[in-house]
């Protein structure tokens, strides 16, 4: 069935660092793919998001470009910040639901 | 706008008792999720609706676990009776069916802990 696999945390960061989290898939037909974030004590919020091949989503400095030739959709961001310690979940909407990556643990240090 | 509500935030009880967990979609939204997350395993989906009718539980742990969605605008969560490893974070989610991005809208969630 569908899937997805991200990069197992955690991760510890500098602040201003380079980020990158991987995202990889496995789907038939052509799912939705997303990046939520969850900050200590709260739900899941909607980070970005890409619905076709090649698009790429972006929001708050982060990016992800939907790759169907290598099925990822690795999240990046060229400077971290503190405020960005939360952990990331990649996920995938095939219609049937969405399934959920185990999550990266991020922690970005002063 | 108000997002996805749930109550309680916290819920502490004692083995064997009954807990419901509520929540309130996105007016509008026409299909409901319900997460458990853990450390252990992440997170997991029990049951989901649409238009108030259960499409899939089969993430359901057991029968000790139901969900009912009486109208478009509640949701309950129930575990009877509940045991130490029903402790974890509950998170309802809402969308709308048939968008382009099934983007799914998270609630704060409910911390449980049996003891």
């Known amino acids: 069935g569908n899937s997805v696999t991200q990069m197992e945390g955690p991760v510890t960061l500098s602040e201003e660092a380079f980020l990158t989290i991987n995202c990889t898939y496995t789907?038939?037909?052509?799912?939705?793919l997303f990046w939520y974030v969850q900050y200590p004590g709260e739900g899941l919020q909607l980070l970005l998001k890409?619905?076709?091949?090649?698009d790429k989503g972006s929001n708050k400095g982060f990016e992800a470009t939907y790759r169907k030739e290598t099925t990822s959709f690795h999240l990046e961001k060229g400077s971290v910040q503190v405020s960005d310690s939360a952990v990331y979940f990649c996920?995938?909407?095939?219609?049937?639901?969405?399934?959920f990556g185990a999550g990266t643990r991020l922690t970005v240090k002063p | 706008d108000a997002g996805v509500i749930q109550s309680p935030r916290h819920e502490v009880t004692e083995m064997g008792q009954e807990v419901t967990l509520r929540c309130k979609p996105i007016?509008?939204?026409?299909?409901l999720f319900w997460y458990r997350q853990t450390m252990m395993r992440g997170l997991e989906l029990l049951i989901y609706?649409?238009?108030?009718?259960?499409?899939?539980d089969s993430g359901m742990p057991e029968d000790r676990f139901s969900a009912k969605m009486p109208n478009a605008s509640f949701s309950t969560l129930k575990i009877q009776p509940s045991e130490p490893r029903d402790s974890a974070v509950y998170f309802c989610?809402?969308?709308?069916?048939?968008?382009?991005?099934?983007?799914?809208?998270f609630g704060p969630g409910t911390r449980l802990t049996v003891l």
């Open positions: 890409a619905t076709k091949a090649d």
């Open positions: 007016s509008g939204h026409n299909s």
């Open positions: 789907a038939t037909g052509y799912p939705s």
């Open positions: 989610a809402s969308r709308i069916i048939g968008t382009a991005t099934d983007t799914q809208y």
């Open positions: 609706f649409n238009n108030n009718v259960p499409i899939d």
């Open positions: 996920a995938l909407s095939d219609g049937l639901g969405m399934r």
